[in-house]
Each structure stands twice: as structure tokens, then as C-alpha cells.
């Protein structure tokens, strides 16, 4: 089954990962536009020291919302490895998607990661802290 096309069954595999404060969150990647749409739509939850990574390129101010999520998320937006933002504990889109709210990205960047609710407070993620993504071998 293709990066993309999920499943309550499924456990999607991390491509990539960050360290900080002593934790590893494991990243599963969306890259193509398919993988950017679905995103975290229809699942449950996401796991513990789990999270999605959103490539963008070209580099740029992005819109994000949660229609089809079925759970609170956190977003962390990244340039140049520097959060430049963070939203958190964003509650899902409950009305029709052309009701959902829009959350902006407040600037440029180039990755977006998604994390449960709550977990970039707990990992003390705030606007200037630095992220480096790294592949899995």
C-alpha cells in the first residue's frame, strides 16, 4: 500500500526523525501532493513519539486545516531547521470542510511536522528552537 493510502489497520513506517530533550519522535513523510491531502485524515490517533513531516518545496507560506481528522493535533512549522511557529492542541473539524478553520503558517517555511496534541509542549518546542530531521537508515 503506497505512502498515502491508510488504514485503522495499517502502521505507516517512519522515513525520518528528530531528537530533542532526550526523545526521539519518529516521522512518517508526506511529499507528494496525494501524501500532503491525506495526511493524518482518517485515523484514530497517532502513536507516542510519533508524528508527520510535510515537505515544502518551494519553500513557502502554507495553509493547513483538519477536515478528515479525527483527533487534536499540534503543528510545528519549520524554516531552515528553526520553528518559526507553533499551534497547538488544534481540535478537529467536526462541520463541512468548507466550515473548517485555516491555520497559517504565519510565514515561509519548507517542512511542516504534525504531532499528537500536546507533545510540543512536552517537548518544550516553541518558536526558535531547532529541529534537524534526519533519514532512518
Not at 488504514?7 to 500532503?36: C, M, W
Request: aromatic letters at 6%; proline letters at 7%.
Amino acid at each position: 500500500m503506497p505512502l498515502g493510502q491508510w488504514s485503522d489497520t495499517r502502521d505507516p513506517s517512519p522515513t525520518h526523525y528528530f531528537e530533542i530533550n532526550g526523545k526521539q519522535i519518529l516521522l512518517e513523510t508526506a511529499v507528494t501532493d496525494q501524501e500532503k491531502n491525506q495526511g493524518l485524515k482518517g485515523r484514530n490517533s497517532l502513536p507516542v513519539n510519533r508524528g508527520m513531516l510535510f515537505t515544502v518545496s518551494p519553500e513557502q507560506e502554507v495553509q493547513l486545516w483538519m477536515a478528515g481528522v479525527r483527533f487534536p493535533l499540534d503543528m510545528v512549522f519549520l524554516h531552515n531547521e528553526k520553528v518559526s511557529a507553533v499551534v497547538s492542541d488544534v481540535p478537529p473539524c467536526t462541520t463541512s470542510p468548507s466550515d473548517c478553520p485555516i491555520y497559517d503558517s504565519g510565514g515561509i517555511v519548507d517542512s511542516v511536522i504534525e504531532l499528537a496534541a500536546g507533545t510540543a509542549e512536552s517537548l518544550s518546542l516553541a518558536e526558535g528552537s531547532t529541529i534537524q530531521i534526519f533519514e532512518l537508515d
